[in-house]
Structures are given as structure tokens and as C-alpha cells.
């Protein structure tokens, strides 16, 4: 009998990381450990009776040491410019990234502040200012930024060529769906010729601003949280990002398309409140939504070993270009 077989996707076990962390970090003893996500990473609670953490354990197929690096990194830079995050902590050892040998390998983790508060879905005019003028305040600090580590970079090349690149092959029985993608795609690039990106801020965006990675406590402050796709490109892809909320949000039957419109106006308003953009970034917007979903195409059969292949079916695929022609009817003008 062999002594371990190989395994490309383990679990860590929870209790085995408890006693790990308090040791680690000085955590108080009463501290539980308990896993509560297995997803792309694998996200741990951590509580006592006085304080609570997010420990997240990455795969390394998904983020390598070095992307891991400038996600702390970022996130060191936007706490101590004021913004309202949940951040890394430091172990005695002055570490800031922990590393495990698993049975595939190396896996590096890091021990989160806990975001204090709840996600809040039907948000109020109240939370939509306040998302608008904090997501503001973020990318007055990431704007221009560059940090020592490497970070993924979105732009047409990472979210249009690449992906359909990818697609190719997996979507070889569904010719009709590919040669969408690939015509949709000339159509947004053609589109972005119209505008002048010169006047585009650009800078770290966090590319996932859907209301499950921010919180709101009970006073409606926010902090925001889930860095993991942090990269740098245009940061009106963040605002973007948050119109999939409205998007899905009238898919679903939970808002009117009319309602969706004020409360995207609320919030991009507040925005610029503290950043004013220009006529173009504002146009721009809804047509980075055609990048994104290509992009997240491509990422799900990156994933597929690991995490997709519950959901990734043919079936789901047409269905989400489906998703991408009702953006496209929905806010696009080519």
C-alpha cells in the first residue's frame, strides 16, 4: 500500500486549524474553528466569546503565493489610507501568510478581521450613498497605485481574446453560442474606440462589488471584504460590477427595471460626489458588463477540476450567453 496517494483538492481540517491559529496568532482559548465555505477557496470561522475572524485557505491553481502577496499588500494600503475593510492580521512571527503542506502541496492561508455587520440586498437610498461615496474613497486610494506584487490585469486582451481563446475549444458543439461571443466581443471593442480612455482612471479595482463581499452593521457603516479578484484595469469596472447586482436583481423579479435605474443613479451620484467621471467612463460602464461575463466563462472551466463541474453543463453555458444577450439588450446601444 502506497503511503499517501496523491490528491489534488484537500480539506484542511477545521480542528487541526484551531489549534494551529491560537497558537499562531495569540487567539483567545475558547476560540471555534468551523469551515463554512468550500468554494474557489475555502473560507474558515473563527469566534470566541469576544472576537470573530475569517481564516482562507487558497488553492494553488487559483492564486499563487505571489498573487496572495499583493492582495495583503493591497489591502495594507487601503486600512491605513482609511478605507473600511476587512483586513490581514499578523502572527507572532510578524507573518502575514500562512503556509500549510497538503497532500497536493503547498496552501497558503491568511487570517482576516471579521466584517462586521450583515449583506443587505434590497439596499436602501441611504446604503447606496454610502456605497457610492466608500467605493470612492477606495479608488482615490487605488488609483494610479502599483504595488511590489503582481496582480491580474483586466483589459481586452485578460477579458475578451483569452477567454474566447479558451472558449473555443470547450464550445465546439455549440457553434451559435461561440460565434455570439466572438461578434459581441468586436462590438465592444469597436464600441471602446469611440471613447477617449486616455481621460479613464485606472488603478486596482476590486471586480467583485456585488453585495455578498460587503457588509453594513447596524449603524449602516460598510466594510467591504473578498479582495480575491482584485486586479488592475479601468475602475469603472467596480462600478460595473455593482450593476450586475441590479441586473440579476431584475432576473430574478426583486426590482422593477425602472427601480434598478434610480437606485443605479443613487449610488453612481454619491460616487461622484468625491470622483467626478467623464461623460465617457459614464457610457463606458455597461459595456465592460459584456467583458465580465466573458471572463467569468473562461474562468469557470479554468475551475472545473475543482469547483465547476456541479454546475458547468452545457445546459448552464448556453444559459449564461443567454445572460450576456439580455445585458446587451438591457444597456447596450452598438
Known amino acids: 500500500m502506497q503511503d499517501t496517494f496523491p490528491a489534488q483538492y484537500s480539506t484542511l481540517s477545521a480542528a487541526a486549524l484551531k489549534n494551529y491559529l491560537i497558537n499562531a496568532y495569540d487567539l483567545h482559548p475558547s476560540t471555534v474553528c468551523r469551515l463554512l465555505i468550500r468554494n474557489v477557496s475555502d473560507i474558515y470561522l473563527l469566534e470566541s466569546k469576544k472576537n470573530s475572524y475569517i481564516f482562507k485557505i487558497y488553492r494553488d491553481s487559483h492564486r499563487k503565493q505571489t ?20 483586513y490581514p492580521l499578523t502572527d507572532k512571527n510578524g507573518e502575514q501568510i500562512q503556509q500549510f503542506k497538503a497532500v497536493e502541496g503547498i496552501r497558503n492561508g491568511v487570517l482576516f478581521t471579521y466584517a462586521i455587520g450583515n449583506v443587505v440586498y434590497d439596499l436602501t437610498e441611504e446604503n447606496l450613498i454610502s456605497l457610492g461615496r466608500n467605493i470612492a474613497k477606495l479608488h482615490e486610494t487605488t488609483v494610479n497605485l502599483k504595488l511590489k506584487h503582481e496582480r491580474k490585469k483586466y483589459n481586452f486582451n485578460t477579458t475578451l481574446a483569452t477567454p474566447l481563446e479558451t472558449l473555443k475549444l470547450h464550445l465546439a458543439n455549440m457553434p451559435d453560442e461561440y460565434a455570439y461571443l466572438e461578434q459581441v466581443a468586436a462590438k465592444v471593442i469597436r464600441k471602446f474606440e469611440s471613447f ?30 473578498d479582495f480575491d479578484f482584485a486586479g488592475e484595469g479601468y475602475l469603472i469596472n467596480d462600478l ?16 422593477s427595471k425602472e427601480q434598478a435605474e434610480i437606485d443605479f443613479t443613487i449610488f453612481l451620484n454619491a460616487y461622484q460626489e468625491d470622483r467626478k467621471l467623464s461623460v465617457d467612463e459614464v457610457q463606458a460602464i455597461p459595456y465592460l458588463g459584456i467583458t465580465f461575463h466573458i471572463f467569468f466563462l473562461k474562468f469557470f472551466y479554468d475551475q472545473y477540476d475543482d469547483w465547476s463541474n456541479t454546475f458547468l453543463t452545457p445546459q448552464y453555458v448556453k444559459h449564461r450567453v443567454q445572460l450576456i444577450k439580455k445585458w446587451e439588450e438591457l444597456y447596450c446601444n452598438f
Open 67 to 86: 498573487e496572495i502577496a499583493a492582495e495583503v499588500e493591497l489591502l495594507k494600503v487601503l486600512k491605513e489610507n482609511g478605507n473600511s475593510v476587512a
Open 196 to 225: 477617449d480612455t486616455r481621460r479613464f482612471a485606472y488603478g486596482y479595482c476590486h471586480y467583485d462589488f456585488f453585495p455578498k463581499n460587503f457588509h453594513f452593521d447596524q449603524n449602516g457603516k460598510i466594510t467591504f471584504f
Open 240 to 255: 460595473m460590477t455593482f450593476l450586475n447586482h441590479f441586473f440579476f436583481h431584475q432576473l430574478n423579479n426583486r426590482i
